[in-house]
């Protein structure tokens, strides 16, 4: 079992930057690929960006790319993302979610066997 804890949401206005963090725990880190999904009210949990267990390879939701950027410290168990340029449509509850290595589409929430519990992110105007 892998535990995945996030922190850093919050309150931000429009053209603000916040770092979110995903600790994790309970197996080898390495061994997964790593993801950050969001859910706003009434809609459907949707992709925003996932990283290769080496960090070789990133990908992005194209309402993001350009403002959101994800890494990983190995060393330290934790996967971050920085958003920077926020905007209201940003608000929602973020998730991060670990795959096994031997799942190789990014942008599935099906695809992902752990999730952490969300952090909250509000984008005031």
């Known amino acids: 079992q892998v535990q995945l804890v996030e922190s850093g949401g919050g309150l931000v206005q429009a053209g603000g930057s916040l770092r979110l963090s995903c600790a994790a725990s309970?197996?080898?880190?390495?061994?997964?690929?790593m993801g950050w999904f969001r859910q706003a009210p009434g809609k459907e949990r949707e992709f925003v960006t996932a990283i290769t267990w080496n960090g070789g390879s990133r990908y992005y939701a194209d309402s993001v790319k350009g403002r959101f950027t994800i890494s990983r410290d190995n060393a330290k168990n934790t996967v971050y993302l920085q958003m920077n340029n926020v905007t209201p449509e940003d608000t929602a509850v973020y998730y991060c979610a670990a795959r096994s290595k031997l799942i190789m589409v990014p942008e599935l929430p099906a695809n992902y066997g752990y999730w952490g519990q969300g952090t909250q992110v509000t984008v005031s105007s």
């Open positions: 309970g197996r080898t880190f390495s061994n997964y690929h």
